[in-house]
């Protein structure tokens, strides 16, 4: 088990690139210089984290952490990777408690939010490439986004997932699809899972409630860690200014390892008394989702997702998963960071840098950061 902390912990300080590039930085070290799994069950773990809720990256890990070690493997893999990002996101939570009226933290942070409106503009466009190639999910992403925009309450957002989930189960099932098989999921994990999502329901307040809402987010977050943004910005909208959602954002862009540690950002501001325990708390809330359906499903995931309504609904899901993320381009991110000409021509050119000429973000970040002392 130590073992495995050190290896993923050593990958923690060093996967820069966001989610695909660390499935990169894990085929290398675990499956070519270490061996400790197999090409194929390497490529079919990937396939089943892809389709599950969560970030990939880090459920990949957690799955090759099981293989290795068991569970105890699998936990040792997770806090060994993300550790790092968890450290540095919670430095700069206690560093923006002390120095947030500061006028360099007030520039810092303009300059910031504006590169989180290149941010995600690219990860629209990207994921709309990916997710959207036919007409009827292109409907379901843009009606998506324009329900949010009419009504942006948190119970839409739910409401769009679900009816995109059951359109694409009715017209969106691929063809030559597998018929249904058997299923045999781990029961203990999967009615976990389902108990702890209806948490919300028990009005609960504290760390308790802290960690409901972040369980719950960690749950919906299909197509990628960008999407946490507009489902945590829904959820505690009431608690944190967008300048905050923005800040933790834009920063988690620029830290090693898995971006959902923006978590562990907010948590620390969700409860300035006990920061620690804040982002431990919705750290572990947002990941845990995805890593229970993981080993809930780990055994019979080929049959799930060869049958025919399941594929369906998950591209229905992707699909209004993009408009989300374009409900957010605008609101809170399009509204909070451009309030000028020069902040939009910024963030224009920020936006061709990264997509055409391939800026890397540790170059980008900094850049956006003396950008905000002219702002």
């Known amino acids: 088990m130590l073992q495995v902390f050190w290896q993923f912990f050593k990958l923690g300080w060093i996967s820069f690139g966001g989610p695909a590039a660390h499935i990169g930085y894990f085929q290398r070290h675990f499956v070519q210089k270490l061996g400790w799994i197999e090409q194929a069950h390497f490529a079919s773990t990937l396939t089943l984290c892809q389709f599950l809720p969560g970030p990939a990256s880090s459920q990949l890990g957690f799955a090759i952490g099981f293989q290795r070690a068991g569970l105890p493997g699998a936990l040792a893999a997770f806090v060994g990777f993300t550790l790092p990002s968890f450290v540095l996101m919670l430095a700069l939570a206690l560093a923006g408690q002390h120095y947030a009226s500061q006028?360099?933290?007030?520039?810092?942070?303009?300059?910031?939010?504006?590169?989180?409106?290149?941010?995600?503009?690219d990860a629209v466009l990207t994921m709309a490439g990916q997710f959207c190639r036919q007409p009827l999910t292109r409907c379901l992403a843009v009606v998506t986004a324009a329900t949010l925009w009419l009504f942006p309450q948190l119970a839409a957002q739910f409401i769009a997932l679900i009816a995109a989930g059951l359109i694409g189960a009715r017209w969106l099932v691929p063809q030559g699809s597998r018929p249904n098989t058997v299923i045999k999921p781990n029961w203990p994990f999967l009615l976990l899972f389902a108990g702890l999502l209806l948490l919300p329901l028990l009005a609960l307040n504290g760390t308790a409630g802290l960690f409901a809402d972040f369980y719950q987010a960690g749950s919906l977050v299909f197509g990628g860690g960008h999407v946490v943004l507009p489902l945590l910005q829904g959820l505690l909208a009431n608690e944190l200014s967008q300048e905050v959602f923005l800040t933790g954002y834009a920063a988690a862009q620029a830290m090693p390892g898995p971006m959902f540690t923006l978590a562990s950002f907010l948590g620390a501001q969700l409860v300035p008394t006990q920061p620690l325990m804040g982002a431990l708390i919705a750290t572990f809330g947002v990941f845990l989702p995805g890593f229970l359906l993981l080993l809930a499903l780990q055994n019979?995931?080929?049959?799930?997702?060869?049958r025919p309504r399941m594929a369906g609904a998950v591209t229905g899901i992707n699909a209004a998963v993009v408009g989300l993320l374009l409900a957010a381009l605008y609101q809170p991110v399009f509204v909070s960071s451009v309030t000028a000409p020069p902040a939009l021509a910024a963030a224009a050119l920020g936006l061709l840098a990264l997509r055409v000429f391939r800026f890397p973000l540790l170059v980008l970040i900094p850049a956006f950061m003396l950008l905000g002392f002219w702002l």
């Open 103 to 121: 006028p360099a933290a007030l520039a810092i942070v303009t300059g910031l939010k504006l590169f989180a409106l290149v941010v995600v503009a």
């Open 300 to 306: 019979g995931w080929q049959a799930l997702a060869g």
